[in-house]
Nanobody, 120 residues
Framework: QVQVVESGGGLVQPGGSLTLSCAASGSLFTFVSMGWYRQAPGKQRELVAGITSGGSTNYADSVKGRFTISRDNAKNTVYLQMNSLKPEDTAVYYC??????????????WGQGTQVTVSS
């Protein structure tokens, strides 16, 4: 059984910073890729940033230059450093993990989500 748990959300003023963490734990697996998605009220869930096992990253245009995704392979943890936050960054942020099991099957797991609110 694999668990994906996010942490680090909260309330921050415009221009402030937050760091989100996402840790995968449970059955034996290898990391394929992990990413952060967000969903604002009334909007579709969108990709914010992703990182592969090889370290390649991709970002939504709206966060380029402000957000940085990184990983700690030893801890099976991915981080999202968010700087220069704007009110439009307000959303529930979800971690997505694609993991390969010992049978080489790849499965996708979602965290429960963490609220990020940017407001003065």
């Amino acid at each position: 059984q694999v668990q994906v748990v996010e942490s680090g959300g909260g309330l921050v003023q415009p221009g402030g910073s937050l760091t989100l963490s996402c840790a995968a734990s449970g059955s034996l697996f290898t990391f394929v890729s992990m990413g952060w998605y967000r969903q604002a009220p009334g909007k579709q869930r969108e990709l914010v940033a992703g990182i592969t096992s090889g370290g390649s990253t991709n970002y939504a245009d709206s966060v380029k230059g402000r957000f940085t995704i990184s990983r700690d392979n030893a801890k099976n943890t991915v981080y999202l450093q968010m700087n220069s936050l704007k009110p439009e960054d307000t959303a529930v942020y979800y971690c997505n993990a694609r993991l390969r099991n010992i049978n080489l099957e790849v499965s996708t797991y979602w965290g429960q989500g963490t609220q990020v609110t940017v407001s003065s």
